[in-house]
Every structure is written in C-alpha cells, then in structure tokens.
C-alpha cells in the first residue's frame, strides 16, 4: 500500500496560516471565504494593523467602527476573486484635534480609489500594455467591468510613460501622422502626429492632430539641453512638420524620407495617367484600356521589370499614351530613385539640379513640372539623406504597431487611452518599474 509522504516540518499546517498564505497579502488576516455558484470567490480580510496614530496630533486613536470594501483582485485556483476588505474606521480621541476621523489605508493592498488590488492592478497594467491584451479580455478574467480595467491600466501605465527615464538625449528626431479614429455619421478623420527617436526605433510620444502647435510645444517642453542634443530631423514632404523643425528646432539638418518622397513621384506618375485615360477614352480606367492594363507595372521599381515586362508596358503605353505623357512621368520617377542611387551628396546636388532644371521645360506635361517643384522645394532636405542615410522607416514602423494596437483597441474614442495603451507598447517603457511604481489615489 502506497503511504502519504512526510510532510515537511516547514509546511504551514495551522489552518489559518495556511489562509493568508494562499492570499498572499502583506500583514492582514483572513476573517473568512465563500465560492458563489458561479464560481467566484468572495474572500474576507482585515489587516494586522490594530493600532494607529492621529496624523495631526499624534494621539492613539479610538476605533469608531468598520466599513467593507469590495476589490477585484487576482484569479486564485482559476476563479475571479473579490476580496472584501474590512477597513478600520478610526478617531482621534482629542476634542480640540482638526482631524477628526479617518479610514485605515494600505496602499500594498490596493490604492484608496482604485477598484482593483494592488496586485490586480499591475497584472492587468502588464497584460494590456506589454502583451498588448485587449482591456475586455483582462476584464472576464477578473470578473469585472471595462471600466474597471480601463481606469487601473491608465493610472498604472501613464506613471510608467511619463517616468523621466524613459528616454534621455535624441540625436535623430523623426514626425510622422497617421489616423488616430474616424468620429460621427461623416466619419471625420482625427490624425495623431508620432514624434520618434529614428536612430533607435523608439515611439516617443503621441501628441493630437497634424498641425504644428502640439509637435512644437512637445519640443519645446523637453528643455534647451535635450534640443541641443537633436542634430537630423525625419518628415515626409508636409510643410507643416518642415515649420514644426524651422521653429522649434531650427538648428537641426532635415532629411526627407526617401520612402515619402519615392511614393509622391509615383503618387504624381499615377495622376497623370488617369488625366490621360480620361482625355484619351473620356472615363475612367476599364478593365481592358491600356493604360488601366500597365498601371501596376508603372508603379513598379523599373528594375523589378524583366525586358519583357518592360517592352510590354512600353508597346501598352505606345497605344495608350498618344502625347507620351504617361512614359515621360514614368521616366522621371525612375529618374528621383536613381538619386538615391548616388554614393555622396554633392554629386546628388549635381543630380537634382539637373532633374530640377530639365523638369521645368514647358514642354513636359503638369505632373512633370510639379514633381521637379517638389524637388527644388525639397532640395536640401532630399540631398541630406545622401549624408545621413537615416529614414522614418521606424517612424513608420510605429506607426504600424500604433495601428495593430488600434484595431486591438476597437477603435479608440480617446486621446488619452489612445496614447498610454501605444505607447506602453510601442514607447518601450521600462516593465521592471512596474512593481515599485506608486500611483495616485
Ligand atoms: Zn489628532
């Protein structure tokens, strides 16, 4: 016959002891517990603290009674557990005493206007912020309401987004926007604007809208020192972020993201073929008109098109293209990639001067002449990149993961939500903070 095994001289035996140790909080005692049908448990607690002194005065105070509050805390066993707290209402024994009476806090079990636990309140942070959990899911574990959640997870995390640590110096700062949420029947587009350390992939910090105004104050709130220390500026071809560096950061070498800059040519090569779709056939692109038939190849990187490929797109263009407008946008936008393709700035510069020049003749048709504006206004900031060689390719990718987290997120109404839950994901907050913070309420 198999025997039970020894139990060891250190294991808790004492039923009681054997209580607090599966509840495992700080200094209380466990009064007592009852699973509901449903499962959940209800635990009932009180603290060891029996005494306790007037704040003001310093007097022994009197117990003047007991007043219960219910917390979410941590699933224990795989059940929701609410944990009824019995906090000692207490008075200061001096008549002439301004305190009067007060409730017991213990800010290890849970602070005074949360509604989760201490410990609650943290797990939920870490589930939602780092391993990017929706709120509602947290929530059915717990047993409990969005809002509960939501409210812990915002106190939790903005104490660890605003932590002064979470970046220091920057040397390369990149903005970018992107669509934050569309509101209303007419589904009017809210943008947030990113603003990004490029050299090492960090979000900083999202600020609302796409103007000039929030980028700039962020800036300025950072202090002379950290400007200082910004040498290269990110941004796609947007005047407003261009204003946003000429006031806030004037000293700073701009770089137009070669990314953005790529895509407007193509952007511009796109519009001048619908123009000579519609001038040629008189509606839009069909199924079986030429130059619906090569609009994906246009848009290719020319050397991703074997010779095939490419007698084919130019026999298409011949039929559809009577002016040759279309193939004189493609070859400027060929042109602007092979820019990038030069080693050192100063034979960009030659580069683009020509581009810039030659795009300006009146021969060529709008969208040639308005990609060569784009060059000469983007001049410097296009040749920076020949020495710099940084892009808002992290920009970019925050941007994605900011757009997983939305759709995670089911859309968010608010900037405040919108920003903590990004930025707990994306902002790489420091995670062995999370125990030690100490949040308001
Ligand atoms: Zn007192």
Not at 326 to 344: I, N, P, S
């Amino acid at each position: 016959m198999p025997q039970p095994r020894k139990i060891p001289s250190s294991l808790k035996t004492d039923p009681v002891k054997v209580n607090e140790l599966l509840v495992g909080l700080p200094d209380i005692t466990v009064l007592g517990g009852i699973r509901h049908p449903d499962d959940a448990v209800e635990l009932h607690i009180q603290t060891n603290a029996a005494v306790d002194g007037c704040i003001s005065c310093g007097s022994v105070a009197t117990l003047k009674g007991w007043r219960v509050v219910a917390l979410v805390d941590l699933p224990t066993f795989g059940s929701p557990v609410s944990l009824h707290w019995h906090k000692r209402r207490w008075r200061c024994p001096e008549a002439t005493c301004p305190v009067g009476s007060w409730t017991e806090v213990d800010e290890r079990i849970a602070g005074s206007r949360l509604k989760l636990t201490d410990r609650a309140g943290r797990w939920a942070t870490f589930e939602v912020g780092k391993n990017g959990r929706t709120v509602n899911e947290v929530a059915a574990v717990l047993g409990c309401d969005w809002h509960t959640v939501n409210d812990t997870v915002l106190a939790f995390g903005e104490a660890l987004i605003d932590h002064p640590d979470r970046f220091g110096a920057v040397s390369a700062l990149g903005l970018d926007e992107h669509l934050f949420v569309k509101t209303g029947q007419r589904r009017i587009q809210h943008f947030v604007t990113a603003l990004v350390d490029v050299k090492r992939g960090q979000l900083l910090d999202l600020v609302p809208d796409r103007k000039s105004e929030e980028p700039k104050r962020w800036i300025k709130q950072r202090g002379e020192e950290w400007c200082a220390g910004v040498h290269s500026g990110t941004l796609d071809l947007s005047a407003t972020y261009r204003s946003v560096f000429d006031e806030a950061l004037p000293h700073v070498r701009l770089v137009a993201d070669k990314f953005h800059v790529v895509r407007h040519m193509t952007t511009k090569l796109d519009e001048c073929r619908r123009r000579v779709q519609n001038e040629t056939l008189g509606h839009r692109g069909r199924k079986n008109d030429p130059l619906f038939r090569v609009r994906r190849r246009l848009s290719m990187a020319a050397e991703r098109l074997d010779n095939e490929g490419r007698d084919k797109m130019l026999g298409i263009l011949r039929a559809g293209d009577p002016q040759g407008d279309v193939q004189a946008a493609w070859w400027a936008k060929e042109a602007v990639r092979e820019l990038y393709e030069v080693d050192d700035s100063s034979l960009a510069g030659r580069f683009i001067d020509e581009l810039i020049t030659d795009m300006a003749d009146r021969d060529w048709p709008v969208e040639v002449r308005s990609m060569g504006r784009t060059l000469a206004r983007w001049r410097e900031p296009i040749i920076a990149w020949h020495d710099l060689r940084i892009s808002n390719g992290p920009t970019e990718s925050m941007n994605n993961l900011a757009k997983r987290i939305k759709r995670v997120g089911f859309g968010f109404r608010s900037f405040r939500n919108y920003r903590i839950r990004t930025l707990l994901y994306a902002g790489k907050p420091d995670w062995s903070l999370l125990p030690t913070l100490r949040v308001a309420g």
